[in-house]
């Protein structure tokens, strides 16, 4: 293939499709706050925002309140025109460096996102001159491949190369050899994705965990203790569910044997027959539900989204690791946030979703465009419009992994921290454990009654109203609850 110059990489691709999944992300994670708002007040019985529209009080501007539409802008003007105030007993440096070095290992994260497929070209090439030639098929083929790969973009890469000729009946006007014409068929493509990375999957998840630097920088930058608290606790969050994290992520990559982000929802775009007669997508959360339903807790923690949000209870710490931020440096903390759960949500719709597949998509656009199937590479079309669409088809389902996360933080009271961490150290990792590979692990809900130690205050099987507190060396920080019946 030959060096890309500073043409062809503007001509990529690539490029444009990370600037349009990159202006997606920012669009969506604006209007997830409205959404945030919405769902509240759909669990609460209320109307929520609807009166905000575009005009701001402009007297050149529509005065219709466009239902709450222009929601999002107002709050980003408002963040703009706030005060950006700094305390004068913070590091400076650290202090700025957080909240961008928490949103840009979000973002950064996309760029492996496997968006609609590959998008190929078929070459059919005849080569019944070199036929009559003489020239053995094996040489033809390797003059073609050669005469393919000089010809194609930069960006193109030989996807499949035909294991013989194609002979077909010639017309009376072409060459032909004994009546007969020969062609060789090479497929040339791209992926509608930033980048082919083979690891993908672990740089997605190398790169999120970097997001907690974000937060401990943020926390112990503030000089407070309130805040470096916060960061204590997410740090804690972030490391006890990455373990999980990992262990419902390695099963589907033991499943497949690949890493590749690409791979993996190519291997879902087809379908299992229910008794011989239904077809059903063979997207994984139907063949590995644990691991989905593991992985969806997980990124609940690792968001710091209720019921996870230990590191910036209010009740508690103020507002956490950013209670000495405001302006728009609290604005790149709050809106990393809802970027992370895009990112994460996406990994969730790669992984278990089928990514880009929709029954039915792919042969409704090819009666329409008159494109091909490929029968054994259901992730190639040779229509853009098709990739555009899937691409589509991948952030609607993203979006209700979405709602998902809206939906349990309206619906879930807070953990206490002992209890958080015990839901990972002491129920998610030994269940997954016990499940994925047979052992009956002190997880499990059959395991036994002794899970925990009797009359702990971290006890979840113990009611805190029937418990009293008595001072004891070996209790929990120094107390232990018990109640009367354990006296």
Request: hydrophobic share 50%.
């Amino acid at each position: 293939m030959l060096a890309m110059t500073f043409i062809d990489f503007f001509l990529s691709p690539w490029i444009y499709i990370g600037l349009l999944a990159f202006a997606i992300s920012l669009g969506m994670v604006a209007y997830l706050i409205l959404l945030e708002r919405k769902v509240a007040s759909w669990a609460q019985d209320r109307v929520g925002p609807n009166r905000v529209g575009f005009g701001f009080g402009l007297p050149f501007m529509p005065k219709f309140h466009f239902w709450g539409l222009g929601q999002p802008m107002a709050d980003g003007l408002k963040f703009l025109l706030k005060e950006d105030y700094r305390p004068a007993h913070v590091d400076k440096i650290l202090f700025t460096l957080a909240p961008i070095v928490m949103m840009l290992t979000v973002i950064v994260s996309l760029v492996v996102i496997p968006w609609g497929g590959t998008k190929v070209t078929t070459h059919r090439i005849d080569v019944t001159a070199m036929k009559i030639a003489g020239i053995s098929d094996d040489q033809i083929l390797e003059t073609v491949r050669q005469q393919v790969q000089n010809q194609m973009p930069v960006y193109h890469s030989i996807r499949a190369m035909p294991g013989g000729l194609e002979v077909v009946d010639a017309d009376r006007s072409a060459l032909s050899l004994d009546g007969q014409q020969y062609f060789a068929t090479v497929v040339t493509g791209w992926r509608f994705q930033t980048t082919e990375l083979s690891v993908g999957l672990l740089f997605v998840l190398s790169t999120l965990s970097l997001a907690v630097y974000g937060i401990v920088v943020g926390g112990w930058a503030s000089n407070n203790k309130y805040s470096f608290l916060g960061a204590l606790r997410a740090t804690a969050s972030m490391i006890s569910y990455e373990i999980p994290l990992g262990l419902s992520v390695l099963l589907i990559v033991l499943m497949f044997g690949t890493l590749d982000l690409g791979a993996i929802v190519d291997q879902q775009a087809r379908y299992w027959m229910l008794g011989g007669v239904v077809p059903i997508p063979a997207w994984n959360v139907f063949a590995q539900p644990l691991a989905f339903v593991l992985f969806l807790v997980c990124i609940h923690a690792e968001a710091n989204r209720a019921p996870f949000d230990l590191a910036e209870a209010e009740q508690e710490l103020v507002g956490g690791y950013h209670t000495e931020y405001s302006s728009m440096r609290f604005a790149l903390f709050f809106l990393s946030e809802y970027a992370g759960m895009i990112t994460t949500s996406c990994v969730c719709v790669a992984l278990f979703f089928g990514g880009w597949h929709l029954p039915g998509l792919d042969w409704a656009v090819s009666k329409i465009t008159g494109t091909a199937l490929f029968a054994e590479h259901p992730s190639w079309t040779e229509s853009l419009l098709l990739c555009f669409l899937r691409m589509g088809v991948f952030f609607a389902k993203a979006i209700i992994i979405l709602f998902v996360f809206m939906w349990v933080r309206w619906s879930l009271p807070r953990f206490r921290f002992d209890q958080l961490m015990r839901l990972a150290w002491g129920g998610v990792d030994p269940d997954f454990i016990g499940d994925a590979f047979g052992d009956r692990g002190p997880g499990r809900a059959d395991a036994g009654p002794n899970l925990h130690p009797v009359g702990r205050s971290d006890s979840l099987d113990v009611p805190r109203a029937q418990c009293r507190v008595r001072n004891d060396p070996v209790g929990y920080h120094g107390t232990e609850r018990t109640c009367p019946e354990h006296e």
